[in-house]
């Protein structure tokens, strides 16, 4: 069985406005997912140098590569950065996790319940995080977890795909966007030179 981190590292961080604190966008590099809900109705940010707009309820993702700037305040966004350890600590051969963030940079209006129950979650989890009670960490990764297969669904249903069937193909198939995943998400190690 695949280690989880524990309480004091589990592996993710929440910012932005989840409870009326506003907490300010971590700077970590390197092997951070993030997932970003924006509040407000219009906010203007960068992506890897292209300005963008998103719109109240609207998802983004971003691989650890990605450079992103808004101009919003921790007010009108909030995001949970996620480390590609525990992403794969958490995946299973027919849910991987890391393929959730293979379709970064694209930006996704998932609907206010999809916000409203990500915001819920980000709380739950950030009031967990450095919690010493038995179970929180395990319970932390849990909600995580379900947000992301939670975001995974609301994605594939928007898009009017259902989502492939395990058995479809092998199992040891590899698909050029799972080697680009995994490119995107191991880039800093250096045994893949």
């Known amino acids: ?45 960068t992506l890897n140098g292209t300005i963008y707009t998103a719109y109240q309820n609207d998802v983004l993702l971003l691989s650890p590569s990605d ?24 995946s299973t051969p027919r849910t991987d996790f890391t393929q959730i963030f293979a379709e970064a940079r694209k930006i996704e209006n998932c609907g206010a319940a999809f916000t409203e129950k990500a915001a819920a979650v980000a709380r739950r989890i950030n009031d967990m995080r450095g919690s010493e009670n038995f179970g929180d960490d395990i319970l932390s990764v849990t909600e995580l977890a379900k947000l992301l297969i939670d975001l995974y669904r609301t994605r594939r249903k928007a898009d009017g795909k259902k989502s492939k069937r395990p058995g479809r193909r092998p199992e040891n198939a590899i698909t050029a966007q799972s080697v680009m995943a995994y490119i995107d998400l191991n880039y800093t190690d250096p045994q893949l030179a």
């Open 1 to 45: 069985m695949k280690e989880l981190t524990g309480a004091a590292q589990p592996g993710y961080r929440v910012y932005g406005n989840i409870d009326g604190a506003d907490r300010e966008r971590p700077e970590l590099s390197g092997r951070y997912c993030e997932l970003i809900c924006f509040c407000t109705n219009i906010s203007q940010f």
């Open 67 to 90: 450079m992103f700037e808004s101009t919003a305040s921790e007010s009108d966004i909030f995001g949970i950065m996620i480390s590609n350890d525990l992403l794969l600590a958490l």
